[in-house]
Structure formats: structure tokens, C-alpha cells
């Protein structure tokens, strides 16, 4: 069975600020990773996604997340954020050849303030 | 593209009464549909795992009478709390899946009291 933690449930910063929210997982088999967004009263939207290739994940609007498999970890960051980008982020694991089923993190509520 | 709609957004029902809540794929045939649930300032939880035209799929600990799933067609999966309680009351959220892809595509959510 897999499992995610998101090391902080909250992360306040100031409006272009660099910011990492943190996602370690847990798995006996090799899994694929993603990060969520929620908007209030919203279903998720993907960020980004790591299927293979390389560790460096690129997604939408700015943000990036490193695979450190020797760490278990999925880091997500964005150089620089902006007011919109205050929402609820979720780290995702899915294992490679089971059911891809997504097993979720508990989320990391992102404020942004000015 | 890959849009998922829910309906309705919100719900408010009687405890005892049943409630369907429907995701359709808007523009692709989803092979498999999948339910989640989400309490407040929690993580979702799997509830069940749908493919069109065969029997849902539940995760341990979900009443499959109490949430009634159909996958009916490519684009449609619904799912029906029945003889709702006030405990029912959450936020259920689906996803949909097109093909053997590995993204899933999110509706925006029903929100269902119980009274």
C-alpha cells in the first residue's frame, strides 16, 4: 500500500515570495506522483505529474516538483507566487502497474497575503 | 478539453430521503469513473472505482448499499446516497479516466447536507 504526508498543513508567505511545500511518500513498489490544486468549493485541477524520465517536473502556472527517489520525497515549489495562487495543494501517489488507483496527501493550504 | 461536469453543486436533503448525483464526461469517453469523498479541511478518500458497464468496485469500509454506483454509459457515472443521514453529509467529488491514461480529470464537486 502506498501512502503521502504533507509535512505542513498550512504555509503562509508574502506575494512573490519563493515557496516549497513538502510531500514524502511511502511505497514498496515503484509509484507515479502528482500535485493537485483546489480553489474553495472547487474539485482538483493537476498541477503537474511525474511519470518517468526526468526527476525535474515542469507544470502550470509556475510551478515545478523534484523527484528525490533516494528521499521519497516530491517536493513542489514556485519561484515566486501570487495572491491567486492561495488554495489547497494535494500530493498524489499512484502505484506503477496496480490498479492506479490515487492515494492523497491530507493538503497543504497555500495563503498568500500582500 | 478532458472536462468533467457534476450535478447538481449543491444539495440539501431530509435524513431518510435518497440523493443521486451525477459526473458526465463532457468531451471523452471515460472507461473508468472514480468517487471520492471529502470532509472538511481533509484529504479526499477513495470511495469506489467504476468501469462502464460492470459492477463498481468499493473501497473497504464503504457500504455498497448505502452508495449506489452505475457507470451506465462512456460518459456518465452516478452515484445515489440512499436513506441519507446526517453523517452522510460531505463533499463528494468524482474523477474521470480516459483510457488506460493515468490522469484523472476532476469534477468541481457536489456539496450535500442532510438534515
Known amino acids: 500500500a502506498q501512502s503521502v504526508t504533507q509535512l505542513d498543513s498550512q504555509v503562509p508567505v508574502f506575494e512573490e515570495a519563493p515557496v516549497e511545500l513538502r510531500c514524502n511518500y511511502s511505497s514498496s513498489v515503484s509509484v507515479y506522483l502528482f500535485w493537485y490544486v483546489q480553489y474553495p468549493n472547487q474539485g482538483l485541477q493537476l498541477l503537474l505529474k511525474y511519470l518517468s524520465g526526468s526527476t525535474l517536473v515542469k507544470g502550470i502556472n509556475g510551478f515545478e516538483a523534484e523527484f528525490n527517489k533516494s528521499q521519497t520525497s516530491f517536493h513542489l515549489r514556485k519561484p515566486s507566487v501570487h495572491i491567486s495562487d492561495t488554495a489547497e495543494y494535494f500530493c498524489?501517489?499512484?502505484?506503477?502497474?496496480?490498479?492506479?488507483?490515487?492515494?492523497f496527501g491530507k493538503g497543504t493550504k497555500l495563503t498568500v497575503n500582500p | 478539453g478532458a472536462v468533467v461536469s457534476q450535478h447538481p453543486s449543491r444539495v440539501i436533503c431530509k435524513s431518510g430521503t435518497s440523493v443521486k448525483i451525477e459526473c458526465r464526461s463532457l468531451d471523452f469517453q471515460a472507461t473508468t469513473m472514480f468517487w471520492y469523498r471529502q470532509f472538511p479541511k481533509q484529504s479526499l478518500m477513495l470511495m469506489a472505482t467504476?468501469?462502464?458497464?460492470?459492477?463498481?468496485?468499493?473501497e473497504q469500509g464503504v457500504e455498497k448499499d448505502k452508495f449506489l454506483i452505475n457507470h451506465a454509459s462512456l460518459t456518465l457515472s452516478t452515484l445515489t446516497v440512499t436513506s441519507a443521514h446526517p453523517e452522510d453529509s460531505s463533499f463528494y467529488i468524482c474523477?474521470?479516466?480516459?483510457?488506460?491514461?493515468?490522469?484523472?480529470?476532476f469534477g468541481p464537486g457536489t456539496r450535500l447536507t442532510v438534515t
Open positions: 474523477s474521470a479516466r480516459q483510457g488506460f491514461g493515468f490522469e484523472q480529470y
Open positions: 467504476s468501469n462502464e458497464g460492470s459492477k463498481a468496485t468499493y
Open positions: 498524489a501517489v499512484s502505484a506503477q502497474g496496480g490498479s492506479e488507483k490515487l492515494v
